[in-house]
């Protein structure tokens, strides 16, 4: 009698455990896990499990990646958010979306979207161990742990962005380097007194974004800030950013008509209708302006010197916020995997899913839905062989 397809997978995060889940029950699948399992699921969206996104359209959908795009079209065409959301209720999982479209399960919480997947797999083995490598054989592979060695026909690696790559050592797998996105910059100049502050719907004009700034102990924070990071992920520091902090004042002659209805009002007083108070001071302050000047002592020279100041607002990074990270660029070359399997291409019955591939997104569940639509992909696959 022909024994069963063994499958590995190698990583219980988000992408690990959907494949887990997804795969035909005949299989025999066993699952390596150092840690706790779906552990990198526990903080996500604040503890209350930012499972996906609610964006219709696949194409604008991938748009939110900045490595990955065109790459997860024809994946997120077969296994939307939407996908994910019927699979969710049907797991028992009620789901409602929030601002931004971002979905979270009724309960917000990520301890009980844990305990629902995991009620998915308890036909799986688990192998609590750490995975030391992998090696092709002639038929199948042999992984080696700290414990023990075993054999499969088939092999999954889903062990996140943040892995040791030198479980693939004797795969010949090709990499990307790995890069910090999804994080905090720090600055030149310290914002420690500023820490807290947030400048709401701030322009970047470096990546033409849209959102809100936040001032913090080391530098630079936010949600405007981990886009800004994530698509600049792979630019070389130091690097300058340039921010509009006034959209609603166009230019010099709308800012001298502000002045000209407050003429004896002063200048900090006037700018916090616009930014908040203790940054206008810090910002008046570093230009060597008086923030008590009278509006209708303001010259032409002195208005245009404010106006450009915020307009033009420049922040140098010199780093990524050491180990502030949430998600990192980098990983498993896409132009080696099969869009359609996600096996690599040259070593048949190898697959990768999740975030240890290059692709990353930003906040607002699309990290997520690479893992859950990329293992629907690799499971479909494997499903369709065998």
């Known amino acids: 009698m022909e024994h069963a397809c063994n499958i590995a997978i190698i990583g219980g995060g988000p992408a690990g455990i959907m494949t887990a889940a997804l795969l035909d029950k005949r299989f025999d699948i066993t699952v390596f896990e150092q840690k706790s399992l779906l552990a990198t699921l526990l903080p996500t969206g604040g503890g209350k499990c930012n499972i996906t996104n609610a964006e219709p359209d696949y194409k604008n959908f991938a748009r939110n990646y900045p490595r990955g795009e065109k790459f997860l079209y024809s994946v997120f065409s077969k296994y939307s958010s939407s996908d994910a959301v019927e699979y969710f209720e049907?797991?028992?999982?009620?789901?409602?979306?929030?601002?931004?479209?971002?979905?979270?399960?009724?309960?917000?919480?990520?301890?009980?979207?844990?305990?629902?997947?995991?009620?998915?797999?308890?036909?799986?083995?688990?192998?609590?161990?750490?995975?030391?490598?992998?090696?092709?054989?002639?038929?199948?592979?042999?992984?080696?742990?700290?414990?023990?060695?075993?054999?499969?026909?088939?092999?999954?690696?889903?062990?996140?962005?943040?892995?040791?790559?030198?479980?693939?050592?004797?795969?010949?797998?090709?990499?990307?380097?790995?890069?910090?996105?999804?994080?905090?910059?720090?600055?030149?100049?310290?914002?420690?007194?500023?820490?807290g502050v947030v400048l709401k719907n701030i322009l970047n004009k470096d990546t033409c974004i849209n959102d809100d700034l936040l001032f913090t102990h080391f530098g630079i924070s936010g949600p405007l800030v981990?886009?800004?990071?994530?698509?600049?992920?792979?630019?070389?520091?130091?690097?300058?950013?340039?921010?509009?902090?006034?959209?609603?004042?166009?230019?010099?002659?709308?800012?001298?008509?502000?002045?000209?209805?407050?003429?004896?009002?002063?200048?900090?007083?006037?700018?916090?209708?616009?930014?908040?108070?203790?940054?206008?001071?810090?910002?008046?302050?570093?230009?060597?302006?008086?923030?008590?000047?009278?509006?209708?002592?303001?010259?032409?020279?002195?208005?245009?010197?404010?106006?450009?100041?915020?307009?033009?607002?420049?922040?140098?990074?010199?780093?990524?916020?050491?180990?502030?990270e949430t998600v990192m660029s980098g990983g498993i070359d896409l132009k080696y995997i099969n869009p359609k399997t996600f096996e690599y291409k040259g070593i048949p019955d190898l697959f990768f899913a999740g975030e240890i591939m290059d692709i990353d997104g930003f906040c607002g569940g699309f990290n997520l839905q690479n893992c859950w639509s990329g293992a629907f992909i690799v499971s479909e696959a494997i499903n369709a062989q065998n």
Do not use: W
């Not at 520091?237 to 009002?265: R, V, W």
């Open 226 to 324: 981990f886009k800004i990071s994530s698509i600049k992920a792979r630019d070389e520091f130091p690097y300058t950013l340039s921010f509009d902090l006034l959209q609603e004042i166009k230019d010099s002659n709308s800012f001298q008509n502000i002045l000209n209805t407050t003429p004896k009002k002063e200048i900090k007083t006037v700018l916090s209708e616009y930014l908040p108070k203790n940054f206008v001071i810090f910002i008046l302050k570093n230009m060597n302006i008086d923030g008590s000047l009278l509006c209708c002592n303001i010259n032409g020279k002195t208005r245009d010197l404010i106006l450009n100041g915020l307009k033009n607002y420049q922040i140098k990074v010199i780093k990524p916020r050491p180990d502030g």
């Open 90 to 195: 049907k797991i028992g999982i009620k789901t409602i979306t929030l601002d931004n479209g971002r979905i979270f399960p009724e309960k917000l919480s990520s301890s009980f979207v844990r305990e629902k997947l995991l009620a998915q797999i308890k036909h799986c083995h688990i192998e609590k161990a750490k995975v030391i490598n992998i090696l092709q054989l002639k038929k199948g592979f042999k992984i080696k742990t700290t414990k023990s060695e075993h054999y499969f026909d088939k092999v999954i690696v889903t062990a996140g962005g943040h892995c040791d790559f030198n479980i693939l050592n004797n795969l010949k797998i090709n990499i990307i380097p790995r890069k910090p996105a999804l994080t905090g910059l720090c600055t030149d100049i310290s914002y420690s007194g500023l820490s």
